[in-house]
C-alpha cells in the first residue's frame, strides 16, 4: 500500500515551491502591466494634444460632412480615435511582456496576434477614410453634372455611384486587414451584373420607343419642312416644328403632336 502521509506531504511540497515560483513572476507581470498603463496614457494624452494643435481633426471635420456619417448622428475626431489606438497598442506591447513573465505561452502568443493586427487595421481605417472622401467627391461631381445638364434623377445617381465605391472601399480595406474577402467579391461581382443586366433589359423595353423615334428623325428630318401642309395617319395641319422625337402641326385652333416613328408606320400625304 502507498505511504498516503508521504504523498500528501511531497504534493503539498511541490505545490508550495511553484507558488513560490509563480508569485516573483506574478508581481513582475503586475508591475509591467502597471507601468503599461501609465506610459500608453501618457503617451496618448500627449499624441492627442499633438494632433489637436496641429488641426488633424480638420480631416475628421470633412468625414463629418458626408451624408451616410451625419446620418449616423456620430461625430469623428480622429486626434482623440488615434490617441486611443496608440493607446492600446502601447499597452497590448507591455501586456505581451508581462505574459511573457508569467511565463504563458499560449496568452502570449494572442497577445502578439493583436500586436500584429493594430498597424494592419490602422492601415484598413486609412484606406477606408480616404475611400470614403473620395465616394463622396464623386458624388458631389455627379449631382452637379447632372444639374448642369438638367438631369432631375441626379441624387440618385450620385447615391449609386458613393454606394458603389463604398463597398469597393470596404472590401479593399478588408482585405488590408488581412480578412479573406473571396465570397464578398463574387458576391458582390454578380450583385453588380445582375444590377447592369437588369438595367440594360429594363431601360432598353422602356426606351424603345424613344429609340425608335430618334432612328425616324434621321429618316424624316429631310423630307419634311417646317411650314408644309401635311395630313398624318388622317389628322391634316401644317407643320410647326419638328425635333429628334416629335413632330408638331397645327390642325385648326389647337396642335397635334405626333411621335416621329409615325411617320414611318402610318400614312402620311404632303400637300
Known amino acids: 500500500m502507498p505511504n498516503i502521509t508521504e504523498i500528501l506531504i511531497n504534493t503539498f511540497q511541490t505545490l508550495i515551491n511553484q507558488f513560490i515560483t509563480f508569485v516573483p513572476k506574478l508581481i513582475g507581470a503586475v508591475v509591467i502591466l502597471g507601468i503599461g498603463i501609465l506610459v500608453a496614457k501618457a503617451v496618448a494624452a500627449v499624441v492627442g494634444k499633438v494632433l489637436k494643435q496641429i488641426g488633424f481633426d480638420r480631416i475628421g471635420d470633412k468625414l463629418n460632412e458626408v451624408d451616410l456619417i451625419r446620418q449616423l448622428q456620430t461625430e469623428i475626431k480622429l486626434s482623440e480615435i488615434l490617441s486611443k489606438v496608440l493607446y492600446y497598442f502601447i499597452l497590448l506591447v507591455f501586456i505581451t511582456a ?19 493586427f493594430i498597424p494592419k487595421l ?71 451584373g445582375g444590377i447592369i443586366f437588369a438595367f440594360a433589359v429594363g431601360y432598353g423595353i422602356a426606351s424603345r420607343d424613344v429609340m425608335a423615334n430618334l432612328l425616324s428623325s434621321f429618316y424624316s428630318k429631310n423630307r419634311y419642312k417646317e411650314g408644309q401642309t401635311v395630313q398624318i395617319d388622317g389628322v391634316k395641319g401644317t407643320i410647326l416644328s419638328i425635333d429628334n422625337t416629335s413632330i408638331t402641326l397645327q390642325t385648326g385652333e389647337t396642335t397635334t403632336v405626333f411621335p416621329l416613328q409615325t411617320l414611318q408606320s402610318k400614312k402620311v400625304e404632303v400637300f
Not at 508569467?102 to 497577445?111: D, E, K, N, P, Q
Not at 482585405?175 to 479573406?180: D, K, S, T, V
Open 98 to 116: 508581462a505574459t511573457e513573465t508569467l511565463g504563458v505561452a499560449a496568452i502570449t502568443g494572442m497577445v502578439l496576434s493583436l500586436v500584429n
Open 122 to 192: 490602422l492601415a484598413a481605417a486609412i484606406m477606408l477614410q480616404v475611400g470614403v472622401l473620395i465616394a463622396d467627391a464623386l458624388k458631389k461631381a455627379v449631382v452637379s453634372l447632372c444639374q448642369t445638364f438638367k438631369v432631375e434623377s441626379g441624387r440618385l445617381l450620385g447615391t449609386i455611384v458613393f454606394s458603389f465605391f463604398l463597398i469597393i472601399t470596404i472590401i479593399s480595406a478588408l482585405g488590408q486587414a488581412g480578412i479573406n474577402t473571396e465570397l464578398l467579391e463574387s458576391s458582390f461581382n454578380l450583385l453588380i
